[in-house]
Every structure is written in C-alpha cells, then in structure tokens.
C-alpha cells in the first residue's frame, strides 16, 4: 500500500488522472489531498470530488483498458454523486483506498515550508552571481513561478 | 531531477521579491515528495573547514554544477523545500561527491 499525495494547487480532475498513471494507484492504496490556503470552500469540495471521481474512473479504466475520462464525462459522473463522503465511501468499500483529507495540514505545511525556504536562502549572500541565464537541463514540471501578493 | 542534481531554487529574499540560487539535491523525503537540498555560495571563503565542500576548477564536479564559478556547499544551511520552488536542473555532481556530502553530514550528526 502506498499514499500518493494531490496538491490542489496543481492537480484537479483529469490532470488528477494523469498523476494516478504516473505513479501507478492500485486497489488498497491512500490518496491524500491537500488544501491550498487561498481556496475557496466550495472550489475545495469541487476539487476534492473530482480528483475522487478521477481515482475511481481510473482504477475502473485499469480493470477493463479503457481510456482516459474526459473533463466532460468527470462533470456528467459528478451529477450522479450523492456527495463528497459518499464518494468517499464508494472508493473504499470497492477498492479499498482511503481518502485523508489534509484540510489542517495545509497552513502548517505552509509555515514549515516558509522556513525552509528563508533558511536556505541565508546560505547566500547579497551579491551573488546572477544565474537566470544558465542553460536549463531539465525544467521541472511542478514548479509553481512566484508572483507577488495584489 | 534526482540526487546530485544541481537546481535553481526560488528563494525569498528580504526586499519580499525572490531570486534564484543554485542548490544541490540531497534526497527526497515522503509523503510529500519534498526535497532536502543544501545551497551552493560563491562565497568560497565562508567554507567551514571540515564540514563544508569546495567546488572549485580543481573539483571533480566543477565542469558539470552548470556554473561558472567555485562555490561552497554550505552543509550548516540545509533545508527541505517543496518541489514547487524547484525550477529546474541546470547541472549535477559525480556520485563521489554526493556521496562525500552525505557522509560530511551523518559524520558530523553522529559525532554530535
């Protein structure tokens, strides 16, 4: 049994598909989603229950080969969901994988992460070498570009 | 983007805007996938003797960090970082110094 963590931040419905694939979400395992701060709740419920839907359409979709659901196809499922703890009933009882839900995690996280990043930061000083013109060898997929607060 | 990869992190700075600083992958930690990285400064003569690492053009990794200047993997600064603030590879290190790295910390922790 593995976890395999969402981050709202960067994966919601179908792109939720995508990361099962990847990391290979079999019957028994856990899916932990995390809440992003500046989510508002309903846009949280919606994404919560999408990438569920995702899940179950895609350990269906692994038992019978067929493909990847649509956004479309995720929404019309959504309508026949009578909420999001049935659903999260439904992926128990049938495959066994049980939903953590990281509502109170996420602003810890947040901190924490907060103070890794300004700690490392004190590894340098003011004046070093610009390095924004360095060749990239391999950009990374999940990195998120800050930008300042409005 | 694995261990000995040689990374642009985006790290805040104090005028609240963030630059980028290169930074070598350590390992990564579950359950969130978050890696833990120690920074490279140009700072050479800030090197703690014994603890810290000289990447400089007599360094088996010089050529590869993506760099074009020595630097000093500064140990005493380490951190984990969400992959997020990770913007891309742009080098590494040979195996050899990865692994000098990690046995510089576990020694130092252990002897603590």
């Not at chain 1, 895609?58 to 067929?66: K, N, P, V």
């Not at chain 1, 610009?130 to 391999?138: A, Q």
Request: aromatic letters at 8%.
């Amino acid at each position: 049994m593995k976890q395999i963590v969402i981050d709202t931040e960067t994966v919601a419905g179908t792109a939720a598909f995508g990361l099962f694939q990847r990391e290979g979400l079999v019957p028994g395992d856990a899916l932990r989603i995390m809440r992003r701060p500046r989510l508002q709740q309903d846009a949280w419920v919606a994404m919560v229950m999408l990438v569920m839907l995702a899940a179950k359409h895609f350990l269906r979709h692994r038992a019978q080969g067929g493909a990847e659901p649509k956004a479309d196809e995720l929404l019309q499922d959504l309508r026949l969901v009578n909420g999001a703890e049935a659903l999260r009933k439904e992926l128990k009882d049938e495959f066994s994988v049980e939903v953590i839900i990281d509502a109170e995690l996420d602003a810890d996280r947040e901190f924490w992460t907060n103070v890794g990043l300004w700690g490392l930061s004190r590894a340098y000083a003011d004046d070093e070498p610009d390095i924004s013109h360095i060749k990239v060898l391999e950009p990374n997929p999940d990195y998120i570009p800050w930008k300042p607060e409005a | 983007m694995e261990a000995g990869s040689v990374v642009r992190a985006a790290l805040p700075q104090a005028d609240s805007l963030r630059k980028l600083r290169p930074a070598i992958l350590i390992a990564s930690f579950p359950p969130f996938g978050d890696w833990f990285v120690v920074g490279i400064s140009s700072h050479v003569e800030l090197a703690v003797p014994d603890l810290d690492v000289v990447i400089d053009p007599g360094h088996s990794s010089y050529s590869t960090t993506g760099l074009s200047y020595p630097g000093v993997v500064r140990l005493g600064f380490a951190h984990i970082i969400p992959k997020k603030h990770i913007e891309a590879v742009i080098g590494s290190v040979d195996g050899a110094t990865l692994k000098s790295i990690k046995l510089r910390f576990t020694g130092h922790i252990l002897k603590a």
